[in-house]
């Protein structure tokens, strides 16, 4: 192989042609196309294929530590959809004197009636809580190129002539969107690889911008609450919604359970009769049984009523963890990180919520 090092386009990778096992192979012959890239994004793009990564914790730390040390301005990306589960916990620490915007994606995805100056005014309170204090925030969807026009004159206002890191979780389609920022910038179409299986940039990718400053595009960090590892990859369609979510209402009695497919569980304990909202993916199940029965009914159930996950990952599948929680004031959500939320409208219910252990629940003020 010549002395020349060759970065795939796709996932920033070094390039080898000597080992197909092993990361950033890519025949010679590829060597010699215009935009090189590496068998594994190759077959991402063309088939759809995933390849499971050997990235370790490590490495996204060296990356998140030279990125507090540069004089640059960092670009968070979010899902809106999944916020506490798509946020990077300790960001704030890598960050050094670096100003930071952050970017809440998939905005496309929320009903229509929510307001985006309320959103807007909600994620900045939630940035705070969790010791972030970002300079500006903006609603995007990456995937229909929506608002990304404005959030790029914005990055390019405030970055002030520094290079800018964008950084994010696995899954928040952070490609999706440098990619659509290329494209308003130079017109190429798909530079970046995509897909909605967890850690897809492998290695950092510069992207020259107009001034010989580089917008860099980090791997993204695996979140090891996601629910997405919890699912196989072909369920992770039915749980990432692909359009705009319609809520469904439940009105429960006391002692009723509602299962998220066999992935999360929530029981209504007291508080009389009331209606229950539920977001998650329009392609989710959701089944209602009594509390009483719950437990048989998902030992019975699991991977075949009540699915996601598949019969075949039941060995490796963690067992669901249950919290209580009491909602003292009228509109909460009880959130399911990475399935989605049930809002709970007026004070004094007991409720409980089940997930798969290391996946988080919590209870928030009512995003809508």
Not at 156 to 173: I, L, M, Q, S
Not at 187 to 195: A, H, L, N, P, R
Not at 297 to 311: A, D, F, N, S
Not at 316 to 334: G, H, N
Request: glycine residues 8%; proline residues 4%; negative net charge.
């Amino acid at each position: 192989m010549s002395e020349h090092q060759y970065i795939c386009m796709g996932c920033g990778v070094k390039v080898q042609t000597d080992n197909p096992e092993e990361l950033g192979y890519a025949p010679a012959s590829a060597l010699e196309k215009e935009m090189i890239i590496c068998q594994r994004c190759f077959r991402l793009k063309h088939y759809n294929e995933v390849q499971d990564v050997s990235l370790t914790d490590d490495d996204f730390l060296k990356i998140l530590n030279e990125m507090g040390k540069s004089d640059a301005l960092i670009v968070m990306i979010v899902d809106i959809f999944d916020f506490n589960g798509s946020w990077l916990p300790g960001l704030h620490r890598f960050v050094g004197g670096n100003k930071v915007l952050l970017v809440g994606n998939k905005v496309d995805l929320l009903p229509k009636s929510v307001k985006h100056g309320k959103l807007i005014h909600w994620m900045k309170h939630e940035a705070k809580e969790l010791g972030l204090k970002p300079e500006d925030v903006f609603l995007v969807s990456a995937a229909k190129g929506l608002f990304v026009k404005e959030t790029a004159a914005a990055i390019d206002e405030y970055r002030n002539g520094k290079d800018v890191y964008v950084v994010g979780c696995t899954n928040v389609g952070k490609s999706t969107f440098i990619n659509r920022i290329i494209k308003e910038v130079t017109g190429e179409e798909d530079v970046i690889t995509t897909s909605h299986f967890p850690g897809t940039t492998l290695d950092i990718i510069k992207i020259p911008l107009d001034d010989e400053k580089f917008l860099i595009d980090s791997p993204g960090i695996i979140n090891h609450h996601q629910m997405a590892h919890f699912v196989d990859k072909r369920d992770l369609k039915i749980i990432t919604p692909k359009k705009e979510i319609k809520p469904k209402v439940f009105q429960l009695n006391e002692g009723q359970t509602l299962f998220f497919g066999g992935l999360a569980r929530f029981d209504y304990i007291s508080g009389g009769r009331r209606s229950f909202v539920c977001y998650v993916s329009n392609e989710l199940n959701i089944h209602r049984t009594k509390i009483e029965n719950a437990d048989e009914l998902y030992e019975k159930h699991v991977g075949e009523m009540l699915t996601p996950p598949r019969i075949e990952q039941l060995d490796s599948f963690p067992e669901l963890v249950k919290q209580e929680f009491i909602v003292k004031e009228a509109k909460t959500d009880i959130v399911f990180s990475g399935l989605g939320w049930i809002t709970v409208n007026e004070a004094g219910a007991k409720v409980a919520a089940y997930v798969p252990k290391g996946v988080q629940a919590l209870i928030r003020k009512s995003l809508i």
